[in-house]
């Protein structure tokens, strides 16, 4: 389960991973900073799973987790391989879903690749370049359908979903903007479209932007867009999420209280990304171990695992919404 962290150069993406994973990306001033991406696996906060350690003092508690990619930032032209852009497009094609970055702060001692903040052109430069690099996709299936149609019928279904897709994509807009049958979902399995994976934009304002981002233009203009390709938007500021990564727990639940936060903004993100792949914790409780199990949603508890655990020792299965 990867997660590809995306954004233009000098936006906060590197910040974010390094306040993500506390894993020490390198982060500068200058674009193309991360060329290989960097990787780093962090649990997924759960606090029912915090109180049932506290039940049963266990001797190991395991959370979920999600790999966090932080990929190489992008410019104009990269699916004609400008910049970074071969990489960059390769990378995101190994991911699961996508975790844009955009800038909504003002700060001239942090040069912006375009000279100036605008949110909405900085998302449309992103979607643009895998809105081309899909639209070049789909023309190789559209081509090899119609080939294969003259041996058998059944790829018209084929052609016209392509050419559903293709019109979108000229339109500007992402495929997953589209709504699609469950017989189309099946034929579009191994298409790997850039602009099918699930998307959660990132906000990213200043510190004294934090308590007014429903009032922030720039913040407004993500959501807006999000809207349409059916997107969640979470305004954080990466910069004190960077810090209060670096803080103890006590330390860490001082600062919230005095920014007025329940949690961090990197917690949403991390349990957003979560449900952003459909997924949900499955719970397991004993003394030996405390663990949450990385499932779909909908899928249910096996009867061969319900009967070995019964069997060899008392646990609780929990899912987000139930206790069986």
Not at 19 to 28: D, K, L, P, W
Request: charged content about 30%; overall charge negative.
């Amino acid at each position: 389960m990867k997660i590809g962290i995306v954004g233009l150069p000098n936006v906060g993406k590197s910040t974010m991973f390094n306040a993500i994973t506390n894993a020490g990306a390198e982060c500068a001033n200058y674009p193309f900073c991360t060329i290989e991406p960097n990787i780093g696996v962090v649990p997924v906060p759960d606090e029912r799973l915090d109180k049932l350690t506290e039940m049963y003092k266990p001797q190991k508690t395991t959370h979920a987790v999600i790999e966090f990619v932080d990929i190489a930032g992008l410019v104009k032209g990269a699916s004609k391989g400008e910049g970074l852009g071969n990489k960059f497009l390769s990378h995101i094609r190994e991911v699961d879903s996508i975790v844009e970055v955009v800038r909504c702060f003002e700060d001239s001692n942090i040069v912006h690749v375009d000279g100036s903040v605008n949110p909405l052109r900085d998302i449309e430069t992103i979607n643009l370049e895998l809105i081309f690099a899909d639209i070049e996709t789909v023309d190789k299936r559209l081509e090899r359908a119609k080939k294969q149609l003259k041996a058998d019928k059944k790829y018209q279904a084929e052609i016209d979903l392509f050419e559903k897709i293709k019109e979108t994509l000229e339109q500007g807009k992402s495929a997953r903007t589209l709504d699609f049958s469950e017989e189309e979902k099946d034929l579009l399995k191994d298409t790997y479209l850039l602009t099918l994976k699930p998307i959660l934009y990132i906000a990213n304002v200043s510190e004294e932007q934090l308590n007014s981002t429903d009032t922030n233009p720039n913040v407004q203009q993500v959501k807006e867009y999000a809207k349409k390709e059916k997107a969640l938007v979470i305004p954080l500021c990466v910069k004190i999420e960077e810090e209060l990564a670096s803080l103890e727990e006590a330390d860490k639940k001082e600062m919230l209280e005095a920014l007025g936060l329940e949690e961090s903004g990197l917690d949403k993100v991390i349990k957003a990304s979560y449900d952003l792949l459909g997924l949900m914790s499955f719970l397991t409780a004993g003394e030996p171990e405390v663990r949450a199990w990385t499932i779909k949603k909908g899928t249910k508890a096996p009867r061969s695992c319900r009967e070995n655990t019964f069997r060899h020792r008392k646990r609780i299965y929990t899912s987000r919404n139930s206790i069986i």
